[in-house]
C-alpha cells in the first residue's frame, strides 16, 4: 500500500532508445487504475513544465547528446530518474558496439527504479520519494538564466 | 475601492481562491467520470507552490519584456473581470459593466497571443495563431448575444441591473430568444476561455501545451492562475446575463447548475479543429445569435 503523499511533480519521458515496455509501464501510471493525479503526478506536456526527468534505455552516442540537450532544458530544480534495467547499469545489453555506461556515469541521477520492466507500483512508490527531499536537483541555479 | 478590496475580497486573493477551487472541482469530476478518486483538495495550491520555487527561463530569441509582461497583464485584466462581476454578482456595479467586461474578456486573448508570438518555439505560434482564430470567430456572435439581453431589459447597461430584472420577471434564458442567445454565448464564452471542445489552441498533445510550451516558473503559474480565474467567472457572467435567480442563494446554485454541465460537457466532448471550431461560430452560431437578436426586438 502507497503511503498519501501530497506535493506536485510534473514528469517528462525521454526515452532514449528503450525497447518500449518501461515507456508502457510509465504511461500505466497515469491511467485510472493506478490514477497518478491523487499523489500530484502529472505528464509535462513540454520539458519547460518538466520537474522530474524518467529516462528509459539503454544510452548510446546519439541518446546522450539529446538527453544532455533536453536536461539543459529544463528549468531548475529538475530531478533525473533512471527507470529500468538498462537505464540503471545498461542490462542485457551491456558490451554491445554502440552502448555507453549507465546513465549515472553521465548526469547526477536522483532515483533508481529498477526493474525489467519496473511494476507502475514501483514506478509510483519511487516518485513519491522526491516528495519528502526538499533539496534542489542535480545543478544549481544557472547564472544569468532565471530571474526571480 | 480600498487595498483591502483590490488584495483581498473581490480582488487578487478571492479570485484566485475561487479559480482554485472551481479548478480542484472540475479536476475532481473528471476523475470521478473515468473512475478515479482524483486529486488532494489543495493540488492546485500545490501546483502554484511548486512552479513559483523554480527557474524562470527565457528562450534565446524571446523578447524578454515582452515574454515576462504577457503573462501580467493577462492576469491584471481577470483580476479587474472578477472583481466586476463579483460585486455585480452582489447587487453592486455601474452603468455600462457590461462593456467593461466584454472589454477586458478580450485581454487575455491578447495577451495569450502575444505570448505565443514572443516564444521562438513553432508550437507556441501554432497556438496563439489558434487563439486569435477562435477569438475572430466567437467575437461577433457574444455581442449580439449581449444585445439581445440589452433589448430584453429593454436598455439596461448594468450587469447587476439585469440581474435584478431578471429576478421578478424570470430568467430571460426562459424565453426563446433568450434561449438562443444563451445557448450561443454559453458556446462562445466556453470557446473564450478555450475550454474542453474548443482547447486546441493550448492542447497538450497535439502541440505540447500550444503558447505555454516556453514557459516555466512564476510565468507559467501566472497563465495557470488566470486560466482558472476565468474558469470560475465565465459561468458567473453567464449566470448574471440570462439566469438570473434571486438572492445569494439562486445565483449560486444556478452557478453551480451551469458549472456542472460545462464540466460534464467537458468530459463526453473531444475537442474540434481549429477550422471547424472556426466554420461553426462564423456560420451556425452566429446565425443563430443574430436570430435570437431579432425575436429579442419582436419581443419574444
Request: glycine content about 10%.
Given at each position: 500500500m502507497i503511503k498519501p503523499a501530497a506535493g506536485s511533480l510534473w514528469v517528462y519521458h525521454f526515452a532514449a532508445s528503450s525497447c518500449s515496455n518501461c515507456d508502457m509501464e510509465i504511461l500505466e501510471i497515469f491511467t485510472p487504475g493506478f490514477d497518478s493525479e491523487r499523489f500530484g503526478i502529472k505528464e509535462a506536456l513540454s520539458i519547460r513544465h518538466a520537474d522530474c526527468l524518467l529516462v528509459t534505455g539503454v544510452l548510446n552516442p546519439?541518446?546522450?547528446?539529446?538527453?544532455?540537450?533536453?536536461?539543459?532544458?529544463?528549468?531548475?530544480?529538475?530531478?533525473?530518474?533512471?527507470?529500468?534495467?538498462?537505464?540503471?547499469?545498461?542490462?542485457?545489453?551491456?558490451?554491445?558496439?554502440?552502448?555507453?555506461?549507465?546513465l549515472d556515469k553521465y548526469i547526477p541521477v536522483d532515483l533508481y527504479i529498477p526493474g525489467c520492466p519496473p511494476t507502475p507500483e514501483a514506478l509510483l512508490s519511487g516518485l513519491l520519494g522526491l516528495y519528502g527531499k526538499d533539496k534542489p536537483g542535480p545543478g544549481k541555479r544557472r547564472k544569468g538564466r532565471w530571474i526571480f | 475601492m480600498s487595498v483591502f478590496n483590490y488584495i483581498l475580497f473581490p480582488g487578487i486573493i478571492f479570485a484566485a481562491a475561487a479559480g482554485a477551487a472551481v479548478c480542484w472541482i472540475e479536476r475532481k469530476i473528471s476523475a470521478l467520470i473515468q473512475f478515479r478518486s482524483g486529486p488532494p483538495l489543495l493540488q492546485p495550491l500545490y501546483d502554484i507552490l511548486k512552479l513559483s520555487r523554480k527557474e524562470t527561463l527565457i528562450p534565446a530569441g524571446a523578447p524578454a519584456p515582452v515574454f515576462l509582461g504577457a503573462p501580467v497583464l493577462g492576469f491584471s485584466a481577470l483580476i479587474l473581470t472578477a472583481m466586476i462581476l463579483t460585486e455585480a454578482g452582489a447587487g453592486r456595479g455601474f452603468a455600462g459593466d457590461i462593456f467593461a467586461v466584454l472589454y477586458l474578456l478580450r485581454v487575455p486573448v491578447?495577451?495569450?497571443?502575444?505570448?505565443?508570438?514572443?516564444?521562438?518555439?513553432?508550437?507556441?505560434?501554432?497556438?496563439?495563431?489558434?487563439?486569435?482564430?477562435?477569438?475572430?470567430?466567437?467575437?461577433?456572435?457574444?455581442?449580439?448575444?449581449?444585445?439581445?439581453?440589452?433589448?430584453?431589459?429593454?436598455?439596461?447597461?448594468?450587469?447587476?441591473?439585469?440581474?435584478?430584472?431578471?429576478?421578478?420577471?424570470?430568467?430571460?434564458?426562459?424565453?426563446?430568444?433568450?434561449?438562443?442567445?444563451?445557448?450561443?454565448?454559453?458556446?462562445?464564452?466556453?470557446?473564450?476561455?478555450?475550454?474542453?471542445?474548443?482547447?486546441?489552441?493550448?492542447?497538450?498533445?497535439?502541440?505540447?501545451?500550444?503558447?505555454?510550451?516556453?514557459?516555466?516558473?512564476?510565468?507559467?503559474?501566472?497563465?495557470?492562475?488566470?486560466?482558472?480565474?476565468?474558469?470560475?467567472?465565465?459561468?458567473?457572467?453567464?449566470?448574471?446575463?440570462?439566469?438570473?435567480?434571486?438572492?445569494?442563494?439562486?445565483?449560486?446554485?444556478?452557478?453551480?447548475?451551469?458549472?456542472?454541465?460545462?464540466?460534464?460537457?467537458?468530459?463526453?466532448?473531444?475537442?474540434?479543429?481549429?477550422?471547424?471550431?472556426?466554420?461553426?461560430?462564423?456560420?451556425?452560431?452566429?446565425?443563430?445569435?443574430?436570430?435570437?437578436?431579432?425575436?429579442?426586438?419582436?419581443?419574444?
Open positions: 546519439k541518446s546522450l547528446s539529446l538527453l544532455k540537450k533536453v536536461r539543459g532544458e529544463a528549468p531548475r530544480p529538475v530531478k533525473v530518474a533512471a527507470v529500468g534495467t538498462c537505464a540503471l547499469d545498461t542490462g542485457i545489453f551491456r558490451g554491445s558496439y554502440n552502448v555507453l555506461k549507465p | 491578447f495577451s495569450i497571443f502575444l505570448a505565443g508570438a514572443s516564444s521562438p518555439g513553432p508550437f507556441s505560434s501554432e497556438g496563439a495563431s489558434g487563439e486569435v482564430r477562435v477569438f475572430a470567430a466567437c467575437e461577433v456572435p457574444l455581442i449580439l448575444s449581449v444585445v439581445t439581453v440589452i433589448l430584453k431589459s429593454s436598455g439596461e447597461l448594468s450587469l447587476a441591473g439585469i440581474h435584478s430584472i431578471q429576478s421578478y420577471e424570470g430568467a430571460f434564458a426562459a424565453s426563446l430568444s433568450g434561449f438562443i442567445a444563451f445557448a450561443a454565448a454559453f458556446l462562445c464564452l466556453m470557446a473564450r476561455s478555450s475550454r474542453s471542445l474548443f482547447d486546441m489552441p493550448s492542447s497538450g498533445r497535439d502541440i505540447m501545451g500550444g503558447v505555454f510550451a516556453e514557459y516555466s516558473g512564476p510565468p507559467l503559474a501566472l497563465f495557470m492562475l488566470s486560466g482558472w480565474i476565468l474558469d470560475a467567472f465565465i459561468p458567473l457572467l453567464a449566470v448574471l446575463l440570462f439566469l438570473g435567480g434571486s438572492g445569494l442563494s439562486g445565483t449560486l446554485l444556478r452557478y453551480a447548475g451551469l458549472l456542472l454541465f460545462s464540466a460534464l460537457v467537458k468530459n463526453i466532448f473531444p475537442r474540434l479543429r481549429i477550422d471547424q471550431i472556426e466554420k461553426f461560430f462564423r456560420y451556425p452560431v452566429t446565425a443563430a445569435a443574430a436570430f435570437s437578436v431579432l425575436l429579442g426586438g419582436l419581443g419574444l
